[in-house]
């Protein structure tokens, strides 16, 4: 799978697949995409790559406390292992998950970027951020033009090109083929009744992608 994302200055931050600097570094060039510190006293660095079916337990472990507090939607073991395609993830130094999220394909054009979590003791680092970078890239290679989310991370999502939407934004062919999903997720993105006690208080934004664009999302910040 291509992930590479190309270096835009002055972003602090870079994937770099071809040069990796130490042999913890080149070991993740097996996967895809290295996420590195350009800055060498950079304090803790951590590294953004493809989920692996290993990764599961620690997805679950990151996700299930958000999802107690009704931020995030919590799946089934099985549900994990079944998406774990979708997920990137962010892991420290020593090889242990400190974040996570998923882009789920909903329809030719468009997507959701799901179950983005960091672990509480890395928020505000910018590990959230290099996982949407990931994600938004990986929506435009799959040619897709529009990613929504569901949230209480406004000003998050904003800094990534999302705006707050109302309604669902398909139209009635699609929604009515939408409605045959049984995934959660759709379900909220539709707006249906049975999964309106989750989505309280949380707001609908969607980024309209330009997949001519190099580097997109890191002009939004
Ligand atoms: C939303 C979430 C994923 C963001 O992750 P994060 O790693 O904290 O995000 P970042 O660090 O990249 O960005 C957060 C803020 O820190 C700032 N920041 C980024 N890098 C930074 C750094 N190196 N040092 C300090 N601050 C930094 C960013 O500018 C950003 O500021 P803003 O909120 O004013 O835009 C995280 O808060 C989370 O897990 N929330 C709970 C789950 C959730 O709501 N998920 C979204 C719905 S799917």
Same mark, same amino acid.
């Given at each position: 799978?291509?992930?590479?994302?190309?270096?835009?200055?002055?972003?602090?931050?870079?994937?770099?697949?071809?040069?990796?600097?130490?042999?913890?570094?080149?070991?993740?060039?097996?996967?895809?995409?290295?996420?590195?510190?350009?800055?060498?006293?950079?304090?803790?660095?951590?590294?953004?790559?493809?989920?692996?079916?290993?990764?599961?337990?620690?997805i679950?472990d990151?996700?299930?406390?958000?999802?107690?507090?009704?931020?995030?939607?919590?799946?089934? !073991?099985?549900?994990?292992?079944? @998406? +774990?395609? =979708? &997920?990137?993830?962010?892991?420290?130094?020593?090889g242990?998950?400190? %974040?996570?999220?998923?882009?789920?394909?909903?329809?030719?054009?468009?997507?959701?970027?799901?179950?983005?979590?960091?672990?509480?003791?890395?928020?505000?680092r910018?590990?959230?951020?290099?996982?949407?970078?990931?994600?938004?890239?990986?929506?435009?290679?799959?040619?897709?033009?529009?990613?929504?989310?569901?949230?209480?991370?406004v000003?998050?999502?904003?800094?990534?090109?999302?705006?707050?939407?109302?309604?669902?934004?398909?139209?009635?062919?699609?929604?009515?083929?939408? !409605?045959?999903?049984?995934d959660? @997720? +759709?379900? =909220? &993105?539709?707006?249906?009744?049975?999964?309106?006690?989750?989505?309280? %208080?949380?707001?609908?934004?969607?980024?309209?992608?330009?997949?001519?664009?190099?580097?997109?999302?890191?002009?939004?910040?």
């Amino acid at each position: 799978m291509d992930e590479h994302i190309p270096a835009v200055e002055p972003d602090p931050w870079r994937v770099d697949r071809d040069l990796p600097r130490t042999d913890h570094d080149l070991r993740r060039t097996e996967h895809d995409g290295v996420l590195q510190r350009s800055d060498d006293d950079a304090p803790a660095p951590f590294v953004v790559r493809a989920a692996l079916p290993r990764d599961v337990p620690q997805i679950r472990d990151l996700v299930e406390p958000y999802a107690e507090e009704r931020i995030l939607i919590a799946k089934e !073991l099985v549900g994990y292992y079944e @998406g +774990v395609q =979708e &997920f990137v993830v962010a892991e420290d130094a020593s090889g242990y998950l400190i %974040g996570c999220g998923a882009l789920h394909v909903m329809w030719t054009d468009l997507a959701e970027i799901r179950t983005l979590a960091v672990h509480p003791n890395w928020r505000g680092r910018g590990v959230g951020h290099a996982m949407m970078r990931m994600l938004m890239e990986r929506a435009r290679t799959l040619g897709l033009t529009r990613v929504f989310c569901l949230t209480f991370e406004v000003r998050f999502f904003e800094r990534h090109g999302f705006r707050p939407i109302a309604g669902t934004p398909v139209d009635a062919e699609v929604y009515t083929q939408l !409605l045959r999903s049984h995934d959660d @997720g +759709v379900a =909220e &993105f539709l707006d249906l009744a049975r999964v309106k006690p989750n989505t309280l %208080g949380n707001t609908r934004m969607l980024a309209e992608l330009d997949p001519g664009a190099a580097g997109w999302g890191d002009a939004q910040r």
